[in-house]
Nanobody, 122 residues
């Protein structure tokens, strides 16, 4: 059974940092591209960052480029999203998802975690 479990969210002040984790089980993590998405209240879900199975290809949304870093440790079955210089507009529920294949893409994500709340506020 494919499972993705996010953790690491919380309340942080503007300018602060958080590291989200996505723990995968039920499949071989090193075979699939993984994505991080977020959804703020009243807004559409946004693709934040994607990573290829071998960590050699990544994508970042313009809104997070230079502040967020995606990485993965296939030996630990975990994908990470390090978020620096956080802004109030980064407040959202963050989800990780598994792609149907190995290509870094905005589409084709078939399995989703339950999400973790990130709130950036003073």
């Amino acid at each position: 059974q494919v499972q993705l479990v996010e953790s690491g969210g919380g309340l942080v002040q503007p300018g602060g940092s958080l590291r989200l984790s996505c723990a995968a089980s039920g499949f071989t993590l090193g075979t699939y591209a993984i994505g991080w998405f977020r959804q703020a209240p009243g807004k559409e879900r946004e693709g934040v960052s994607y990573i290829s199975p071998s960590d050699d290809n990544t994508y970042y949304a313009d809104s997070v480029k230079g502040r967020f870093a995606i990485s993965r440790d296939n030996t630990k079955n975990t994908v990470y999203l390090k978020m620096n210089s956080l802004k109030p507009e980064d407040t959202a529920v963050y989800y990780c998802a598994r792609n149907i294949g190995s290509e870094v893409s905005r589409e084709g994500y078939e399995y989703w975690g339950q999400g973790t709340q990130v709130t950036v506020s003073s």
